[in-house]
C-alpha cells in the first residue's frame, strides 16, 4: 500500500509541475496575443507623459498598420492601467506617464538615429581623447617609483 501511495504522490508532484509550465504557457501565449499589451510595453520610455485619448488613437493607427483590429477603448484602458501609472490633467483628461505618443515616439527615433550616425562616425568617441600625436604622460602617485631618490 505505501508504494502506491508513494507512486501517486511522484505522479501528482509531475501533474502539478506539468500544469505549471501550461499555466506559464498560456500566460506568455496571452501576453504575445494582447495587441494593447505589446503595443505599451513598444512605447514605454521613463520620464514621457501622453494623453489616453492620443495613445489609443495611436494604438489604433498601429494595429491599422499590421492589418489587426484594434481592441475596444475600454480594454485598452484597462490594460493601459495596468502597466501604467496615470494621472488627471485639467478637464479630466487622463495622461499615462512613461510612455511616448506617436509624435513623440517618432522625435525620440530620430534623434535616436542621429546619435546612432555620429557614433559611427567616431567610432572610438575621441571627443575626449587628446589632439592626435599627442601622448599624455602618467602622473606621479605618491610612494610611487617616480617618488623613490637613487642612492
Known amino acids: 500500500m505505501s508504494h502506491r501511495i508513494g507512486t501517486f504522490n511522484t505522479l501528482e508532484s509531475e501533474v502539478l509541475d506539468i500544469l505549471s509550465c501550461l499555466i506559464e504557457a498560456l500566460r506568455d501565449y496571452r501576453k504575445a496575443q ?11 520610455i521613463a520620464c514621457e507623459e501622453c494623453e489616453a485619448k492620443t495613445l489609443y488613437c495611436d ?12 481592441t475596444t477603448r475600454t480594454a485598452f484602458e484597462r490594460e493601459a492601467m495596468k502597466l ?5 490633467k485639467g478637464a479630466g483628461r487622463i495622461v499615462y506617464l512613461d510612455v511616448a505618443g506617436s509624435e513623440r515616439w517618432e ?20 571627443s575626449d581623447c587628446p589632439p592626435s600625436g599627442v601622448v ?3 602622473k606621479a602617485t605618491p610612494g610611487g617609483p617616480e617618488s623613490k631618490t637613487a642612492k
Open 107 to 126: 522625435e525620440i527615433n530620430e534623434q535616436a538615429e542621429r546619435d546612432l550616425i555620429e557614433a559611427e562616425s567616431d567610432p572610438l568617441n575621441c
Open 59 to 70: 494604438y489604433q493607427q498601429w494595429c491599422r498598420e499590421r492589418g489587426e483590429a484594434p
Open 84 to 88: 501604467l501609472e496615470m494621472r488627471y
Open 34 to 44: 494582447n495587441l494593447a499589451y505589446l503595443f505599451i510595453q513598444s512605447r514605454r
Open 136 to 138: 599624455e604622460q602618467p
